[in-house]
């Protein structure tokens, strides 16, 4: 099972450029999150999706958008990047409440390292 | 608000040795506990998890028990190996809160040395 995938894993842009995360799960989830992940600060929520067609802001959303056309997809954008968005971005994704399968555990991806010169 | 404090690493030991990360916690209410572990270069992925107060999670010779009496979620083993270096995260989620509202420590790093 792929579980979820992140693309691109790697990116170098310059201030001022836009770009566009893909994150896609197979595993039929409701959820799905955007984190970041900087050095000694953990895991910082962006934005997450409760299911196809809704999202919503999470603690660092500023500078970010994102939509969830489809439910195995969420993206996560940056219209203008900076500087300070250098970093590595997680997607994530969970059942949803209903069926009593949500645990609270959350299913990674490998990882999407950005750098904004 | 909810909060999840851990140690600061790096920790750095020998392989064998054994490791305590210690890990506190503020929630309102009865939280689930989690240990995530992120090997280099790779995602998170859950190592043990608590759902009560009480109950010890295990996996791969990793322990925790929920101490809700301490607030307190400290992760351990006995004897560790090279392949344990990681970087190890400590997080709570709100019983049926959704994983919106999961609350990540900061992170520890272990080195484990041949």
């Known amino acids: 099972n792929a579980g979820v995938t992140q693309t691109p894993k790697f990116r170098v842009l310059k201030t001022g450029q836009s770009m566009t995360l893909l994150c896609a799960q197979d595993?039929?989830?409701?959820?799905m999150y955007w984190y970041r992940q900087d050095p000694g600060m953990g895991l910082r929520l962006i934005h997450y999706?409760?299911?196809?067609?809704?999202?919503a802001k999470g603690e660092v959303p500023d500078g970010y958008n994102v939509s969830r056309l489809k439910k195995q997809n969420f993206l996560l954008g940056l219209e203008s990047a900076a500087p300070s968005q250098t970093s590595v971005y997680f997607c994530?994704?969970?059942?949803?409440?209903?069926?009593?399968?949500?645990?609270?555990?959350?299913?990674f991806g490998e990882g999407s390292r950005l750098t904004v010169l | 608000g909810d909060s999840v404090t851990q140690m600061e690493g790096p920790v750095t030991l020998s392989e064998e040795a054994f490791l305590t990360i210690n890990c506190t916690y503020t929630?309102?209410?009865?939280?689930?506990l989690f240990w995530y572990v992120q090997y280099p270069g790779e995602g998170l992925q859950l190592l043990l998890k608590a759902t009560k107060a009480d109950d010890k999670g295990s996996n791969k010779g990793f322990e925790a028990t929920y101490r809700k009496e301490t607030t307190s979620f400290h992760l351990e083993k006995g004897s560790v190996q090279v392949s344990d270096s990681a970087v190890y995260f400590c997080a709570l989620s709100p019983n049926r809160g959704g994983g919106f509202k999961t609350i990540f420590g900061a992170g520890t790093r272990l080195f484990v040395k041949a």
């Open positions: 929630a309102t209410g009865y939280p689930s």
């Open positions: 994530a994704s969970s059942p949803g409440l209903a069926g009593g399968t949500n645990t609270g555990e959350l299913f």
């Open positions: 595993m039929n989830h409701e959820y």
């Open positions: 999706s409760v299911g196809e067609g809704t999202t």
